[in-house]
């Protein structure tokens, strides 16, 4: 490994440079107007493959393009599925932005600028490190398969079509996925648990306009009256959830893993300042760790209706509107629940209301095993990369594919995560420290070693 520690030592400010190049790439995926921009970032990827001999294609689908490539395979080594996404959340809001967010900036040790950590950097690790091997030692210890995608974040709606199409070519023992966070700067993580989705967008119409609530008040109701007191009931204010046969099939967290949690040096004050909140709050009965990691949660994500302009108008709107979502534990069933809430909102429904209840994407909780020899070889990796052993964490946070990877291939998946909380994700100023970077090539290099040392069965 001495070999490939220097070259990678030596490149450190060409992989910068590269990375700053797939920055510069306004690779947009929910909004038409970049999609030449989303297919030049997924061009550029593959060409990274293609410069390393790799079997490489760019896989036209509906949507973007996904990139597919493989190296040479390797003889009794495990194969090993790399996934990761070129496509970025929108900039918005572009006032808040410091610089551009297409402008990569170094600032303070972190390159700035949208994709940075979600996940253009994170992904970018398990390129470089294969380059590394590559140039360095003419081959890699293991095979790995890489899935790039273009529209991780706007649903992935192409992607599990891909994954039938290539499922026997994708054939693997393990996945990877660099896509989360490190537990605090300096102490990386792995993550073995994520939470699951339902996500609802809801929308009630009452008279045929607006009215005069003088006039009509009292004999009409008012549909955002009637949205606020509908979703008001899916929370109670102890923070438990009112959903009908919500937490029926939630796996309650066992003394061990309440014990592990409350190890970790998880400060509650400064988790507070860095939020500028005077309390925390959520489901009594569970500390903070615990909630924003292994408790199911529901939030509203947007409300609209009635009147926002300036001063006072006395209106009885015609309609409103919400989008709200659930994060799932294991093992809640996401169809279950959707229907939990449709049942809940109808029975809710004011008279003289209209509703419509629309669906968006829905994915489970997952939990991948600790006790397994890949799991030791990444703690393993990620120590010799960073200096720094690993601990063991659950995130808050969905990546779908995790699940689909166990069900269509039967592999669990290595959340092997360089990112960090404060990293600014979907929102302005995102950012990525540079030496995680480079200390996430460095693991990742490390862990096609350590992997390679596993025996197949
Ligand atoms: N990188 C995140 C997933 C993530 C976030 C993991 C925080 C751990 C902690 C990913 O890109 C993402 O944003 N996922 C969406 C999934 C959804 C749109 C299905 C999410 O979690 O909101
Ligand atoms: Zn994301």
Not at 115 to 129: E, N, R
Not at 334 to 347: A, F, H, N, T, Y
Request: charged share 25%.
């Amino acid at each position: 490994m001495e070999k490939i520690a220097a070259y990678l030592e030596e490149n450190r400010q060409r992989n910068q440079d590269d990375l700053f190049e797939l920055l510069r790439m306004a690779s947009v995926s929910t909004d038409s107007q970049y999609e030449s921009e989303v297919r030049r970032a997924g061009e550029w990827v593959a060409d990274q493959f293609r410069g390393l001999g790799f079997e490489t294609e760019l896989v036209e689908t509906k949507g973007h393009p996904i990139v597919y490539a493989e190296s040479p395979p390797v003889e009794n080594a495990p194969v090993v599925l790399v996934y990761g996404h070129y496509d970025v959340q929108p900039p918005d809001p572009l006032d808040e932005w410091i610089t551009p967010p297409f402008e990569p900036t170094e600032r303070d040790g972190n390159v700035v600028a949208r994709g940075a950590t979600d996940d253009k950097g994170q992904m970018l690790t398990h390129i470089k490190s294969a380059q590394a091997w590559m140039e360095s030692e003419g081959a890699l210890p293991i095979q790995i398969k890489y899935v790039i995608e273009g529209e991780e974040e706007c649903g992935s709606s192409n992607l599990d079509p891909f994954l039938q199409d290539y499922k026997e070519r994708l054939n693997a023992d393990i996945a990877v996925i660099s896509d989360t966070s490190q537990f605090a700067k300096g102490q990386p993580a792995i993550t073995y648990g994520l939470k699951g989705i339902v996500y609802f967008e809801l929308y009630l119409e009452g008279p045929k306009q607006d009215l005069h609530s003088g006039t009509f008040g009292g004999g009409v109701s008012n549909p955002v009256n009637a949205i606020t007191q509908m979703l008001g009931q899916l929370v109670d204010q102890h923070g438990r959830i009112q959903i009908p046969g919500f937490y029926d099939d939630v796996v309650e967290l066992e003394a061990r893993e309440r014990e592990q949690f409350a190890s970790l040096p998880f400060s509650e004050e400064e988790f507070k300042s860095k939020l500028g909140i005077e309390a925390v709050h959520g489901e009594q009965g569970f500390t903070t760790l615990e909630r924003r990691w292994a408790r199911p949660t529901c939030d509203i994500n947007g409300i609209w209706g009635g009147y926002q302009g300036e001063g006072a108008k006395t209106v009885l709107p015609a309609r409103a509107g919400a989008k709200f979502s659930c994060r799932l534990v294991p093992c809640q069933d996401p169809d279950k629940i959707r229907e939990g809430v449709e049942q809940m909102l109808e029975s809710l429904l004011p008279p003289g209301l209209k509703m419509e209840l629309v669906h968006h994407h829905g994915a489970p909780g997952v939990v991948v095993s600790l006790d397994s020899p890949y799991m030791a070889a990444a703690a393993e990796a990620i120590e010799k990369g960073f200096g720094t052993k690993p601990v063991f964490i659950r995130e808050g946070g969905s990546i779908p594919v995790v699940t689909a990877f166990r069900e269509l291939l039967g592999i669990d998946t290595l959340l092997l995560g360089w990112g960090l909380d404060d990293d600014n994700t979907h929102s302005p100023n995102e950012k990525f420290s540079l030496d995680d970077y480079y200390r996430g090539t460095r693991a990742s290099a490390h862990l096609w070693q350590e992997l390679s040392k596993i025996t197949r069965d």
